[in-house]
């Protein structure tokens, strides 16, 4: 039932279709005779539209767009689909009578009698009896199944409503959390909660459902052992035995189960959080619904973009029914109650949701009052008029990613490995996870830091160059990743003595795509260089300043002061991480003024012995060089100074201050394109008189 179908038909043959069909009892219609007369009287058949099922048309104008598909030249299986649609569109609203009307007026007539169309298309009779019997045994199940109570999903919706209706719920807090669990999920379990206790500090409470006879003392003994005791256990025996690993159809018991739970939950006025036991939720997330952003909204998921694909071709994001968070009232009670057809149609929690939502014609649409992505869903018919809003979280509130990584733990980060527990492999990380979620909002121990994000570890014997590192870690300054300067071949040589000491660099402009190239500064992201000065340098302090903010990026040897190198008090503000440095490297916005304001600033923080190097000095931005104070050129400036001892006039940077740069300054040098591409020098390195700190340290 794809979306992206491309089906056309002809609105003229459609409406002689409907003309014929209005008012009248579908039985009483020959639909071979009819066809046979509107392709006869309809010679005018040129303008074709994109046909689409839409459940709130008239039954009669429905059977009109489909016919008139069936009389144009179409493939099977597209007019299939279309069928399909109908079909099942009917279905999830439990409407047997259309769903009867359908198939015995027109699927099966035209199975029993298709008519004789030869100048409609060559094999127009084969096709229309293939079509229209496939159609007919699908309405026909569709029929049954609905009326055949005592089949087996309905027997098991029915043991879940008993269930229900013993469940001693009074007790429970507003906003609950819930989660269930079988046997093969218990190793997931153990982890889950232990992350769950950390990140919630234990006050938010827990609703378990366990399903099978032995899983009841694993949970206990669980929670036992790590004194959670803010929870309510349900146990749920069922008379089938259900798999969480299993075929499409034991899950689906599972997530049949899940909705209507949390909807029996919402009836209930509960908030429901649901997670998914291999959703991580490492930091806490109970207070989602204070968050002004979503005041209006009903149900807020995380987006993915895995299943079902079509949807995510059509939106570019589809929501994720492994963590979500209801908030009760009788419009969601109803909205989860339509859900729960579609998944005993669509055998799926996910697609079915999202089926649901195409039929209803969602489109997201991002906010101009929140990066979130919010939808009304305004199908009356299916809803009652209700307008249910739905919102996708932006990553700021809750993300969803595939490693346990610090640098992507902000905002609340639900790690959805989609892996199991027990498996070897994966027991690495689920320390990583427990290490993360015990530091709660504190920090996770130090020996943990590099692993968490990511880095090589620095002090290993087969450590590897920094040009190997800034391409392992994507810093335009070595050899694979954009421009690639390879500056860290001359940093390789210039820093190896370093390598090992404990000597401070400074790094003005952390991650390519900030202001520089005309975006925003309020990004996230993360910067490729620290990693590698991180996996480079063992004992070396890392500070970090940039306009954008990388405070997410923690790590015991990393600081970070956010500011604008255009700003004296914030460059000054660098100071108050450390008063000295043996590196400063200005990699920032590249324009003259910046450059020279921070060399202003900082040049006097730089350790006898240190290096400071600009680097880019080919490019200046267009978006600053222009907007900012008139300054010459940072590489004409240095150069007519220090080589041809020329002083170019200069508002920022007097005569008399570089005088003292240069009484202090022991070797200036600059390096053309390393890789020959522009004839233009790029990067100067200016050596402070004086001994080296790591020189004296060895
Ligand atoms: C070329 S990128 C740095 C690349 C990074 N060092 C690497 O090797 O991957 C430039 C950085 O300068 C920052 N930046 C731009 N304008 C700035 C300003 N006025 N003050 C401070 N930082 C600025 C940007 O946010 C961006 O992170």
Same mark, same amino acid.
């Given at each position: 039932m794809s979306s992206e179908m491309k089906l056309y038909f002809s609105p003229s043959l459609a409406s002689s279709v409907a003309e014929r069909c209005v008012d009248r009892p579908l039985w009483q219609i020959n639909f071979g005779e009819l066809l046979k007369e509107v392709i006869e009287i309809d010679t005018n058949r040129d303008g074709l539209a994109l046909a689409d099922f839409r459940p709130t048309n008239h039954l009669s104008q429905n059977i009109a767009v489909y016919l008139s598909a069936l009389l144009t030249p179409n493939a099977s299986e597209d007019l299939i689909n279309l069928g399909q649609k109908i079909v099942w569109g009917y279905a999830v609203i439990l409407d047997t009578h259309s769903l009867v009307q359908l198939t015995n007026s027109v699927f099966k007539s035209l199975t029993l009698s298709p008519p004789l169309l030869k100048d409609v298309k060559d094999n127009f009779g084969y096709q229309c009896v293939e079509i229209n019997f496939h159609l007919h045994v699908l309405a026909n199940i569709a029929i049954h199944s609905i009326r055949r109570c005592d089949a087996d999903y309905y027997e098991f919706s029915r043991q879940i409503d008993q269930f229900s209706a013993q469940l001693h719920i009074d007790g429970l807090p507003k906003c609950i959390c819930f989660v269930f669990l079988t046997e093969n999920y218990l190793e997931n379990f153990e982890l889950w909660i232990d992350v769950f206790n950390a990140s919630t500090g234990g006050q938010q409470h827990l609703v378990i459902v366990g399903i099978g006879q032995r899983v009841h003392d694993r949970i206990i003994a669980k929670l036992n052992a790590i004194e959670f005791a803010n929870v309510t256990i349900f146990d749920f025996t069922p008379r089938q035995k259900l798999t969480a690993s299993g075929n499409g159809e034991d899950l689906y018991y599972l997530w049949y189960l899940k909705i209507k739970l949390i909807r029996y939950f919402v009836s209930r006025e509960h908030d429901v959080i649901y997670s998914d036991l291999d959703s991580f939720w490492v930091k806490n997330f109970i207070h989602i619904w204070e968050q002004a952003s979503l005041s209006d909204v009903d149900i807020a998921f995380m987006p993915s973009s895995d299943m079902p694909l079509y949807a995510v071709q059509k939106w570019g994001v589809i929501p994720c029914c492994g963590f979500f968070a209801c908030r009760a009232s009788g419009r969601l009670e109803r909205f989860l109650g339509r859900w729960e057809r579609w998944v005993e149609v669509m055998f799926d929690d996910q697609i079915g949701l999202a089926e649901m939502l195409l039929d209803a014609g969602v489109e997201w649409e991002q906010r101009n009052d929140s990066p979130d992505w919010r939808s009304v869903v305004w199908n009356s018919r299916a809803f009652h008029g209700d307008n249910i809003r739905l919102s996708l979280l932006n990553p700021s509130i809750a993300k969803r990613v595939g490693e346990p990584n610090l640098l992507t733990a902000e905002g609340v980060t639900i790690w959805h490995p989609r892996w199991n527990t027990f498996q070897q492999e994966h027991r690495n990380v689920a320390a990583t996870l427990r290490a993360v979620a015990a530091g709660g909002s504190a920090d996770p121990p130090s020996h943990q830091y590099g692993a968490l994000m990511g880095l090589a570890d620095p002090s290993s014997q087969e450590r590897e160059t920094l040009t190997a590192l800034a391409d392992r870690y994507r810093s335009d300054k070595g050899t694979a990743v954009g421009p690639a300067h390879h500056y860290t071949f001359l940093y390789d040589l210039l820093f190896a003595d370093a390598r090992d000491q404990s000597i401070n660099l400074l790094e003005i402009g952390l991650a390519v795509g900030?202001?520089?190239?005309?975006?925003?500064?309020?990004? =996230?992201? %993360?910067?490729?260089?620290?990693? !590698?000065?991180?996996?480079? /340098?063992?004992?070396?302090?890392?500070?970090? =300043?940039? %306009?954008?903010?990388?405070?997410? !990026?923690?790590?015991?040897? /990393?600081?970070?002061?956010?500011?604008?190198?255009?700003?004296?008090?914030?460059?000054?503000?660098i100071l108050r991480m450390s008063s000295h440095f043996d590196i400063i490297i200005d990699d920032a916005s590249h324009a003259s003024y910046h450059q020279q304001n921070t060399f202003k600033e900082l040049f006097k923080s730089l350790h006898p012995g240190g290096f400071y190097i600009i680097e880019d000095l080919h490019w200046q931005s267009p978006f600053f060089e222009d907007s900012l104070p008139v300054v010459p050129k940072t590489w004409e400036f240095f150069y007519d100074f220090f080589v041809d001892d020329k002083y170019l006039d200069n508002q920022l940077i007097s005569k008399k201050f570089m005088d003292a740069v240069k009484l202090d300054t022991y070797s200036f040098n600059y390096f053309y394109d390393f890789t020959g591409q522009t004839t233009l020098p790029k990067i100067i390195v200016i050596k402070k008189e004086g001994t080296p700190a790591w020189v004296k340290s060895c």
């Amino acid at each position: 039932m794809s979306s992206e179908m491309k089906l056309y038909f002809s609105p003229s043959l459609a409406s002689s279709v409907a003309e014929r069909c209005v008012d009248r009892p579908l039985w009483q219609i020959n639909f071979g005779e009819l066809l046979k007369e509107v392709i006869e009287i309809d010679t005018n058949r040129d303008g074709l539209a994109l046909a689409d099922f839409r459940p709130t048309n008239h039954l009669s104008q429905n059977i009109a767009v489909y016919l008139s598909a069936l009389l144009t030249p179409n493939a099977s299986e597209d007019l299939i689909n279309l069928g399909q649609k109908i079909v099942w569109g009917y279905a999830v609203i439990l409407d047997t009578h259309s769903l009867v009307q359908l198939t015995n007026s027109v699927f099966k007539s035209l199975t029993l009698s298709p008519p004789l169309l030869k100048d409609v298309k060559d094999n127009f009779g084969y096709q229309c009896v293939e079509i229209n019997f496939h159609l007919h045994v699908l309405a026909n199940i569709a029929i049954h199944s609905i009326r055949r109570c005592d089949a087996d999903y309905y027997e098991f919706s029915r043991q879940i409503d008993q269930f229900s209706a013993q469940l001693h719920i009074d007790g429970l807090p507003k906003c609950i959390c819930f989660v269930f669990l079988t046997e093969n999920y218990l190793e997931n379990f153990e982890l889950w909660i232990d992350v769950f206790n950390a990140s919630t500090g234990g006050q938010q409470h827990l609703v378990i459902v366990g399903i099978g006879q032995r899983v009841h003392d694993r949970i206990i003994a669980k929670l036992n052992a790590i004194e959670f005791a803010n929870v309510t256990i349900f146990d749920f025996t069922p008379r089938q035995k259900l798999t969480a690993s299993g075929n499409g159809e034991d899950l689906y018991y599972l997530w049949y189960l899940k909705i209507k739970l949390i909807r029996y939950f919402v009836s209930r006025e509960h908030d429901v959080i649901y997670s998914d036991l291999d959703s991580f939720w490492v930091k806490n997330f109970i207070h989602i619904w204070e968050q002004a952003s979503l005041s209006d909204v009903d149900i807020a998921f995380m987006p993915s973009s895995d299943m079902p694909l079509y949807a995510v071709q059509k939106w570019g994001v589809i929501p994720c029914c492994g963590f979500f968070a209801c908030r009760a009232s009788g419009r969601l009670e109803r909205f989860l109650g339509r859900w729960e057809r579609w998944v005993e149609v669509m055998f799926d929690d996910q697609i079915g949701l999202a089926e649901m939502l195409l039929d209803a014609g969602v489109e997201w649409e991002q906010r101009n009052d929140s990066p979130d992505w919010r939808s009304v869903v305004w199908n009356s018919r299916a809803f009652h008029g209700d307008n249910i809003r739905l919102s996708l979280l932006n990553p700021s509130i809750a993300k969803r990613v595939g490693e346990p990584n610090l640098l992507t733990a902000e905002g609340v980060t639900i790690w959805h490995p989609r892996w199991n527990t027990f498996q070897q492999e994966h027991r690495n990380v689920a320390a990583t996870l427990r290490a993360v979620a015990a530091g709660g909002s504190a920090d996770p121990p130090s020996h943990q830091y590099g692993a968490l994000m990511g880095l090589a570890d620095p002090s290993s014997q087969e450590r590897e160059t920094l040009t190997a590192l800034a391409d392992r870690y994507r810093s335009d300054k070595g050899t694979a990743v954009g421009p690639a300067h390879h500056y860290t071949f001359l940093y390789d040589l210039l820093f190896a003595d370093a390598r090992d000491q404990s000597i401070n660099l400074l790094e003005i402009g952390l991650a390519v795509g900030g202001p520089e190239l005309g975006h925003s500064a309020d990004r =996230f992201a %993360i910067s490729p260089s620290v990693l !590698m000065w991180l996996s480079y /340098f063992s004992r070396a302090n890392i500070f970090g =300043f940039d %306009i954008t903010d990388f405070s997410h !990026m923690k790590h015991p040897r /990393f600081e970070f002061t956010r500011g604008d190198c255009g700003s004296t008090e914030d460059l000054q503000a660098i100071l108050r991480m450390s008063s000295h440095f043996d590196i400063i490297i200005d990699d920032a916005s590249h324009a003259s003024y910046h450059q020279q304001n921070t060399f202003k600033e900082l040049f006097k923080s730089l350790h006898p012995g240190g290096f400071y190097i600009i680097e880019d000095l080919h490019w200046q931005s267009p978006f600053f060089e222009d907007s900012l104070p008139v300054v010459p050129k940072t590489w004409e400036f240095f150069y007519d100074f220090f080589v041809d001892d020329k002083y170019l006039d200069n508002q920022l940077i007097s005569k008399k201050f570089m005088d003292a740069v240069k009484l202090d300054t022991y070797s200036f040098n600059y390096f053309y394109d390393f890789t020959g591409q522009t004839t233009l020098p790029k990067i100067i390195v200016i050596k402070k008189e004086g001994t080296p700190a790591w020189v004296k340290s060895c």
